[in-house]
């Protein structure tokens, strides 16, 4: 339950707390006092968008925080679902500030949160009914979920939803199959020639580099053979005459013959021979280098040019290199393999999508059960609320359609609709429901969803609108019924409702230091029967008013027993 709420710079409340109790609490006051304050501050602990001219005029920041305890075992079980766990003292305590920039920051528990957690758990602590949520009742595409949440379907709905998002997946990826067939074809006739126009290349990584290498080398066979055969023959062998090492022979030899008259002739030979056998070394390495694979050097270098022209007409449709050419290859099969594999895929996809059919089928069949069986006992329920809220004319059906296609929610169409006088056919809500009946229909399903709400606070802000005398004394006591299940908070202009609450607070405005304040204050006794008296409208605090004032808050018992047996 919300246990406390403080406010701080928020429109014209300058520093205001308010205690809350348990059971049912309102919260009356005169026009422009606040009261819409107090909900704007509420919502803003709820995730709603901070606006700055929220904040009271001077100030630079405005500040939000509430006090939550006893929270309840489907309390604590729906926050873990969020992830957020009470303190060690099983209390929760939010604080919403902004300021004035347009900056905003929650905490829970002294610890920075992301608003979608905010909202998230928010949601399992407070619920606001304010009177744009009757018109939810005009939607009937919001009818199924008031069923399914009376019917308490929410395992089988969240099992069918699961294996109906797989079924829409598929179905569109079966959507997709089916469309490309065509164009399948023609794509395939294209990957097909080009596969063909590579693979029959036989591409090899680096083969491009070694033939450039051996066109150039065979260019130069002529200009290489030229040449080493001059080095050779002056070097070592001559056709012409005498070579170098010929030459340094006979030297060598002439030197030799000296050695007995000049003792340096010895030495300067063997200079001489060594140079010989350098001449020679020199000449069988240049004639070694010249030597060449190719026994026709014009034909090898006429097969070089070919295989180059292949790799470069490659090169300019599929890559810049053999490894991009490669690359494309690799790709193009495998979506050759995609396109070839598309009509198992899609017959596998079929198969799939007629499992995942029959699965749901079934989960709508249980659903569909489970609705009529709740639809049944919630249409006996809404009408005995209705009846006791002064709609005994009224007939009540939450009207079930089976359709043929499967839907997001199962085969299932849900529609409320309602017949006010009798004799007259069952038409929607939106046809014939007036505001008070509206009124009267939301009270009579939330009182229907009393012990199945998990929500700690529920909020009502004017639930009495087009609803008055006994008929708003009714609706208080179903709300101080309802606030045994729940904290239950109602803003009222209606003396009957308030006469009703167990916690009855007083909004008020004054001026402090020249500004308007708003200020909260819960009433007591002789102070709770002015106000009272005050709602009921007279123009002067007539005994005859306190009178009716107290014999309201006497009635409350006995209604309440009344109420119960209903």
Do not use: W
Not at 294 to 310: T, V, W
Not at 446 to 473: C, H, M, N, P, W
Request: proline residues 2%; negative net charge; charged residues 30%.
């Amino acid at each position: 339950m919300l246990a406390s709420l403080h406010i701080e710079n928020i429109a014209v409340i300058k520093c205001c707390d308010i205690e809350l109790k348990e059971g049912f609490t309102v919260l009356t006051g005169e026009t422009g006092a606040g009261k819409s304050i107090i909900i704007d501050s509420i919502n803003l602990l709820r995730g709603a968008k901070p606006e700055r001219e929220l904040i009271r005029t001077g100030e630079s920041s405005a500040m939000v925080s509430a006090l939550f305890t006893d929270l309840s075992d489907a309390n604590i079980a729906a926050l873990a679902e969020v992830g957020v766990s009470p303190d060690e003292n099983g209390e929760l305590y939010l604080q919403r500030t902004m300021s004035a920039d347009g900056r905003a920051s929650t905490k829970l528990n002294g610890r920075s949160i992301p608003v979608s957690v905010q909202r998230e758990l928010s949601a399992v602590l407070i619920n606001i009914h304010g009177q744009h949520d009757n018109q939810l009742l005009l939607r009937p595409e919001a009818h199924i979920g008031y069923l399914d949440d009376y019917a308490s379907a929410g395992e089988i709905l969240n099992e069918y939803s699961r294996l109906f998002s797989k079924m829409s997946e598929l179905k569109r990826r079966i959507a997709q199959l089916e469309e490309g067939r065509a164009d399948n074809e023609r794509r395939s006739e294209l990957l097909k020639y080009q596969l063909e126009d590579i693979d029959s290349a036989g591409l090899k990584q680096g083969e491009d580099e070694k033939l450039e290498s051996d066109r150039r080398r065979i260019r130069a066979i002529e200009k290489i053979a030229k040449q080493t055969r001059t080095v050779y023959h002056s070097l070592y062998r001559s056709d012409r005459g005498l070579s170098a090492y010929d030459l340094l022979s006979d030297a060598a030899d002439a030197l030799e013959k000296l050695t007995d008259s000049l003792p340096e002739a010895a030495s300067l030979a063997e200079r001489i021979r060594n140079c010989m056998y350098e001449a020679e070394d020199v000449a069988e390495t240049v004639r070694s280098v010249s030597d060449t694979d190719y026994d026709d050097p014009a034909a090898a270098l006429n097969k070089i040019e070919d295989r180059l022209d292949i790799i470069n007409r490659l090169k300019r449709k599929y890559g810049a290199s053999i490894a991009d050419i490669l690359a494309f290859r690799d790709k193009t099969a495998s979506e050759l393999d995609d396109i070839e594999l598309s009509d198992e895929k899609l017959l596998e996809s079929r198969r799939e999508y007629d499992k995942l059919e029959k699965e749901a089928s079934v989960c709508a069949g249980k659903l569909h059960q489970l609705r009529c069986e709740a639809a049944e006992k919630l249409n006996s329920r809404i009408m005995s609320e209705l009846r006791y809220l002064d709609l005994g004319e009224v007939r009540f059906t939450a009207q079930i359609t089976t359709t043929e296609n499967l839907g997001t929610r199962g085969r299932d169409d849900v529609e409320f609709v309602i017949a006010t006088n009798p004799g007259e056919p069952m038409r929607p809500l939106s046809k014939i429901a007036s505001g008070g009946e509206l009124s009267r229909i939301m009270l009579a399903l939330k009182s229907a969803f009393a012990d199945k709400e998990r929500t700690g606070t529920l909020i009502y802000d004017e639930i009495d609108t087009g609803v008055s005398g006994k008929t708003s004394q009714k609706l208080g006591i179903k709300l101080a019924l309802a606030g045994r299940f729940c904290q239950v908070l109602c803003v009222t202009h209606s003396a009957q409702i308030a006469a009703a609450a167990d916690q009855h607070l007083l909004i008020l405005k004054k001026e402090v230091d020249g500004r308007a304040e708003t200020a909260v204050r819960e009433l007591y006794d002789e102070e709770r029967i002015d106000e009272l008296s005050r709602i009921m409208g007279g123009a002067e605090m007539t005994e005859a008013l306190r009178s009716s004032a107290r014999e309201l808050i006497e009635q409350r018992a006995v209604l309440e027993s009344e109420a119960e047996q209903l």
